[in-house]
Structures are given as C-alpha cells and as structure tokens.
T-cell receptor, first 110, second 113 residues
C-alpha cells in the first residue's frame, strides 16, 4: 500500500515567518493529496488539497505544491499567526483508501 | 453540514473484552475509514470500506475487524481487547476518489485495562 513520510515532526517559527512542511509518497497511482489541521482536542479538518493534474494551489496564506515526478508535495504557510499552531497531517489517496503522514507539530511563537 | 458521529467519546474496557466502536455518517458517503492515532505515529489506517459489505485491510488490521451492513454505519470490532490497543480511534468518511475530502468523527479515546 501507499507509504507517506512527513517532515519535520516538529517546527517552531516566529509569528510572521513562513513555515514549510514536506511529504513524500510511494505509490505513483496516488492522485489526491489533502492537508489536514488538527487543533488540540479536536478532529482533523481539511485546510487545502491538490490533485495530480495541478502543480500548485493557493488559498490566502496557505499553498500546496506537488512534484509528481519526485513524488513529493509541500505545504507552505506564510505570515504565520499564533492560531496556526496545531498538528498538520499530509495524506495521499489513489483510490478508495487514504493514508496519512505522521504529522508535524507547528508552534508559532508570538 | 457533514456529520460523522462516533458512538462514544471515552471508553474503558477490560483486557479480553469484545469491544464495538460505532460510526455513523449522514452524507451518503461511499467510503468510510477507521484510523488509530498515537503520538508520533500519526493516523494509521486500520480498515476501510468503499461500499456496503465491502472492506479492505489497512496497514494495521491485526486484532481488529469491521462491519458495514448499512451505507451510513461502519463498525470497528476489537475481538479481544489488549492493553496495546489503548489509543484514540478516529472514523472518517468521504465520497469516492473523484471528491476525495474525508470528514472525521470526534474520536473515541479507548483505554484497555
């Protein structure tokens, strides 16, 4: 099955700085790549996703890039704010399954 | 609003007990998933289902089984609970791969003593 690796496991930035989280996947048939944010004590929620026919997608301060050849995709958060502090998960799906990375704990220091 | 509801928020069970975790979704989603969440290990896929009575093993199916008798309900069964199954269990559902976003339940914190 699909294997998703995510780095770094923890990330600490100053408010206003940018944050980048990277993921790789193993199955070239994967064609859907969502990112989820999980705040403490809450369920994961989708923040942005990208499909394999697109190289980049942006939504306000967050963007995702996909390199199909290298089988990696990244989440970029600009102008970070304290409320961005959470655990972020990447995932990959090629059919009916969906597999997640191990998560990145992002801390934004005021 | 999509709703994925898990039957219990917290459960405490004894070693060797048979445990049922229930998940219901109200969006007519084809796909349903059970994940286990442990610190540092992320969300690990236990089982998923893409249709009624259909199931597929995920990455850590040992010690678990599932049942999907109705489209809206997906049950996770621990045949004989063990202490290493103490964890947070998350259910999710989604449409098929063409509309891939998965919606999660609130989670069940299971403690096996």
């Amino acid at each position: 099955g699909e294997n998703v690796e995510q780095h770094p496991s923890t990330l600490s930035v100053q408010e206003g700085d940018s944050a980048v989280i990277k993921c790789t996947y193993s199955d070239s048939a994967s064609n859907y790549f969502p990112w989820y944010k999980q705040e403490l004590g809450k369920r994961p929620q989708l923040i942005i996703d990208i499909r394999s026919n697109v190289g980049e997608k942006k939504d306000q301060r967050i963007a995702v890039t996909l390199n199909k050849t290298a089988k990696h995709f990244s989440l970029h958060i600009t102008e970070t704010q304290p409320e961005d502090s959470a655990v972020y998960f990447c995932a990959a799906s090629g059919g009916n399954d969906m597999r997640f990375g191990a998560g990145t704990r992002l801390t934004v220091k005021p | 609003d999509v709703k994925v509801t898990q039957s219990s928020r917290y459960l405490v069970k004894r070693t060797g007990e048979k445990v049922f975790l229930e998940c219901v979704q109200d969006m007519d989603h084809e796909n349903m998933f059970w994940y286990r969440q442990d610190p540092g290990l992320g969300l690990r896929l236990i089982y998923f289902s893409y249709d009624v009575k259909m199931k597929e093993k995920g990455d850590i199916p040992e010690g678990y089984s599932v049942s999907r008798e109705k489209k809206e309900r997906f049950s996770l069964i621990l045949e004989s609970a063990s202490t290493n199954q103490t964890s947070m269990y998350l259910c999710a559902s989604s449409f098929g791969q063409l509309r891939g976003e998965a919606f999660f339940g609130q989670g069940t914190r299971l403690t096996v003593v």
